[in-house]
């Protein structure tokens, strides 16, 4: 089983920064894919981010905005959001271990409670 707890979440204006923190316990998480996802009020839950070993992936919503980082060292996954626009306003959520499509919800075995996000214009 792997525990996840995302922090570093706030209020901040339009065109600000903001970075998310998702610290890991239990079983190793080097090997597996984590992400990122985010829900808005009345919304499903979407893609954000993820990362692989070796590769990153995006929503096209927020290339060149945000950026996931890991450090399996530490077992904490990282967002970095530039640019911050009121619409990526949400409830950030971590994931882990990926088995399938990484842009699909059912796809994540493990999730945390999230940290909210709120972006004013």
């Known amino acids: 089983q792997v525990q996840l707890v995302e922090s570093g979440g706030g209020l901040v204006q339009a065109g600000g920064s903001l970075r998310v923190s998702c610290t890991a316990s239990?079983?190793?998480?080097?090997?597996?894919?984590m992400g990122w996802f985010r829900q808005a009020p009345g919304k499903e839950r979407e893609f954000v981010a993820a990362?692989?070993?070796?590769?990153?992936y995006y929503a096209d919503s927020v290339k060149g905005r945000f950026a996931i980082s890991r450090d399996n060292g530490k077992r904490t996954l990282t967002l970095q959001m530039n640019s911050l626009r009121p619409e990526d306003t949400a409830v950030y959520y971590c994931?882990?271990?990926?088995?399938?499509?990484?842009?699909?919800?059912?796809?994540?075995?493990?999730w945390g409670q999230g940290t909210q996000v709120t972006v004013s214009s």
């Open positions: 239990g079983r190793s998480i080097s090997t597996y894919a």
């Open positions: 994931a882990a271990r990926l088995v399938g499509a990484y842009s699909d919800t059912k796809n994540w075995a493990y």
């Open positions: 990362t692989t070993r070796s590769t990153s």
